[in-house]
Every structure is written in C-alpha cells, then in structure tokens.
C-alpha cells in the first residue's frame, strides 16, 4: 500500500492503534509494536507516534490544537473528519465499539513520516461506509450527529442488536 503513495516508504505503519488510549493515556509500547505493519525487524523506532501520544495526554484543549497541527497536515485530517462524517461512514475510525475491555475503533491506519516528523490517519476498508445514511445497519450505526455527545462519553448500547458503542 504505501509503496502505491510513496516512492520511498520508510516510516512507521501502524493499524488499528491511537498514541493515546482510551482513557486519554499514552500508549504502551507493547500496543503500537502489536499493530504495527512495517519496519518490524531490528528493533523499530516508536519515538514519533509515542511523543505526540505523550504531548496530547498532557495537553488541555488549546495545547492539543498545536500539537496536532504541528505533527499532521490539519488541512488533511479536517478534510478526512469531514468526508468520514458526511459519507456517515460509522464502521471506521470514528466509531467506537465496546465489547468489555475498553472502547476501540478500527479500520484505519497511521503512517509516519520519519523526515518531515508528521503523522497521517489513513482510511481503511471503506466497504459499509455508505450502509448508514438511514439508521437500518444495527452494528455499524453511530446514534450521535457531529459534535453531539450521548450519555455523557460513557459507553452505552444502541440499535436492535444493543451492541455498545462510545460517541467519539
């Protein structure tokens, strides 16, 4: 894949995993190493995804504003939020699911540009991104409009099926 983008890749690949856990955390080392898809071998270097993990955990609001702007393209990732949220695309990186040990989301990647030091939240597996214009997928639909919040950032379950989900 990102031999497709780029014509030399050699920053990080990570699938399926935040800099930061659910509980607003930075993540374990052990975490990002298990989901990571590329440099694999001989001890592979973590120290741009941990350091703006660690940066936003300890960050307010504003402070994260900056931190996000200076590790990614805030044009793209903007862009990215946007077209996930009007394509209503609820079985990607913004939904998350709960099965009982912690929130997740999935179907995304994070890639790492070693030489510019920036991070970029690619999409993946966009197969029922267009299912949830009308509430009729039990699993994958996310209740919440942009910016709402249901009850109050806990998990909860929704639809026929009642599987829990976070707002995000």
Known sequence: MLDLILKKPRGNLYKEVWPINHKGEPQKDKKLLGGLKSNEENNPDLSLIKTFGELIADSDSIESRKIVSDYMNINQIISYAVVDRAIRNDDGVFHWYEFGQGPFSHNYYW?????????????????????????????????????EVSNDCKSFPYGEWGFWQRPS
């Open 111 to 147: 890639y790492e540009e070693p030489i510019k030091e920036k991070i970029h939240l690619i999409p993946w597996d966009l197969d029922n991104a267009f299912e949830n214009l009308t509430s009729e997928n039990p699993v994958t639909f996310i209740p919440d409009r942009w910016g």
